[in-house]
């Protein structure tokens, strides 16, 4: 029986040739990953919110995974703070980001500020109601 009359076997990849395989394979960037997870409204709404639509916490604020796993940089950050850092840079030490849209989901609205602003806007704004039973200590 000649070697072409037989069935051919198909052997599994490689683990080299599956390494080549994925290097052709377009990669995508953090950002690009990013704004894919962002709901942008139609150009020329310069109001509305940008909801994220992916993974959220238990607040409702949006979380995003960066980073590789192979390497140990993989991180979690609040996706409002990402958006923030792709368009405007990092934030500096000690500075957060108020929602001054008050929708914790969305990634346009962010306005940097210290804790104690965040906290004058929550209080300015009746979001600081203790629940039942709790009360301020004095």
Not at 20 to 26: D, G, L, T
Not at 41 to 62: I, L
Request: proline share 9%.
């Amino acid at each position: 029986m000649s070697p072409r009359t037989k069935p051919r076997q198909r052997r599994s990849p490689s683990e080299e040739s599956r390494r080549r395989r994925a290097a052709r394979q377009k990669v995508r960037t953090d950002a690009q990953r990013f704004w894919a997870k962002v709901q942008v409204p139609p150009e020329g709404d310069d109001v509305s919110c940008w909801p994220w639509t992916a993974a959220v916490n238990a607040k409702g604020y949006g979380v995003f995974f960066f980073g590789s796993r192979l390497d140990g940089s993989r991180r979690t950050v609040l996706a409002h703070r990402f958006a923030w850092e792709l368009v405007n840079g990092p934030l500096p030490d000690g500075i957060v980001l108020l929602h001054s849209c008050d929708t914790p989901a969305c990634v346009r609205h962010g306005i940097p500020g210290t804790q104690a602003d965040n906290v004058a806007d929550m209080i300015a704004k009746g979001r600081n109601v203790l629940p039942p039973g709790r009360r301020v200590a004095a």
